[in-house]
């Protein structure tokens, strides 16, 4: 049977893995694979894994508790090694590059920021700053426009509406930034203008949260922000 | 906004809190660590995510949806307050901006989530997370 690879850490993480289940139905068991100077959280590997929302929560669940004893890393889900022995190789293969890593990541722990507009705001906005958007807006609306401006305004609306939004992006990022380790951003997902991950220093997490709060005041009710952490450091293994 | 504490993860309760899966589920599917070695059992959902990705061009469908949301707003009223825009919109930078149009991308972790309602027959609190409420920073209190 295949091996379900959950997180990497040194060998001298307890694993304190007590009352949580490992992905498939029934749960599989988690156990410890040790190579070293390293270890693997690993469990048997179900037959026909699917992202079912069970096992990423099991495999969230693993790793979350992980990140309470100490540096480590979190395996992307869905990873499978053909048995132990594959999984002490591929511990022993890359042992220095992730003794490294879990060196470089030690106390620190994700955020994820996503934040949206209120999409009526930020089209007053560009309306109330374009001549050009009201001088179409008002010839549509009253029945003399061209049959065609409803598309040069569409995309005038567009062009606006993208650069504001790259500019809030760059906002919140060099905002929240300046209080963490370091960042990688994504695209984002759907009426996002900013999908961001920060790595930040336990001992700083005060800090960073104090600067969420107060960007989040600041930018006001227009605004949907949603800060996910402490999170595993998915992002920057 | 606040920050959610860690122990009303998904860790806390087994079926129980997984609604905060939903904001992460892009990291737990495409980011973390990767060994090469390793094989990625075939994930339906996956692939879609990051086809979609990719396909974010702004469309004459998305013209048109601005042009007549311009078009439905009463200006006179004033409405809500661009409160902040001025300030924060000031610097803008030109170009950098990666083409984005709604739909793509909500429709790709729609996809994902549908699949994972579909396998799960539990009540499934992501499905809040799906349909946005009103804009407006209070929502996460209520977490």
Known sequence: MSVYVYSITTSHHPHRLDGLDGVGSPP??????????????VSDAPDGLRPKRRDLG?????????????AMLPLQFGLTAPDDDAVRNALAERAEEYAERLAALDGCVEYNVKAAIDQEVLLRDILARSEEARRMNKLITSG????????????????????????????VISRLGARAEDSRRSDPLGEDFVNVSFLVPRKEEDHFSDAVDDLTAELGEAFDVRCRGPLPVYSFV | MTVVPQSGGVAAAPGGSSGNLYDILELILDRGLV????????LVGIEILKIDARVVVPSVDTYLRFAEACNRLDLESGGKEPAKLPDLVGEVTEGGAHGKSKGALSGAVDAITDSLRGEDKEPEPAARERERPARGSSRRREE
């Not at chain 1, 068991?29 to 390293?38: A, W, Y």
């Not at chain 1, 099991?58 to 100490?70: C, S």
């Open chain 1, 28 to 41: 599989s068991e988690l156990r410890t694979v040790r190579k070293g100077d390293l270890a693997a959280v």
């Open chain 1, 58 to 70: 099991a495999h969230q669940a693993v790793q979350e508790r992980l990140m309470t004893d100490g």
């Open chain 1, 144 to 171: 003399d426009a061209p049959p065609d401006m409803p598309m040069a305004l569409g995309e005038l609306i567009a062009r606006e509406v993208e650069s504001r939004h790259a500019s809030l992006s760059e906002t």
């Open chain 2, 35 to 42: 060994i090469d070695v390793f094989v990625r059992v075939s």
